[in-house]
């Protein structure tokens, strides 16, 4: 069984900074791609920011040059660091991952979610 654990949400003023954490935890094998995922009342799920297991980040175009996505692969971590956060960024964030478990299942995770709010 494997699961992922997010932290580091938080309430913050507009312009301000907050940090993400994803760690994937239990049999693990490897892990593929992992990323973060925002939804905000009312709205669908998007897409935020994805990292490739050798590093390759891709973001979407409402964040870039303000977020930046991370991880650890010794830590089995990701992380998102959010700078000049705008009242638009508010949401619950999601972390995502693509795990092969130890008995080589291929499993779509996704994390309890973090509520991020930006006051203006």
């Known amino acids: 069984q494997v699961q992922l654990v997010e932290s580091g949400g938080g309430l913050v003023q507009a312009g301000g900074s907050l940090r993400l954490s994803c760690a994937a935890s239990?049999?693990?094998?490897?892990?593929?791609?992992m990323g973060w995922y925002r939804q905000a009342p009312g709205n669908r799920r998007e897409f935020v920011a994805t990292i490739t297991v050798d590093g390759t980040a891709n973001s979407a175009d409402s964040v870039k040059g303000r977020f930046t996505i991370s991880r650890d692969n010794a830590k089995n971590t990701v992380y998102l660091q959010m700078n000049s956060l705008k009242p638009e960024d508010t949401g619950v964030y999601y972390c995502n991952a693509v795990v092969l478990s130890t008995s080589r299942s291929l499993v779509d995770l996704w994390g309890q979610g973090t509520q991020v709010t930006v006051s203006s």
């Open positions: 239990g049999s693990i094998f490897k892990i593929n791609d």
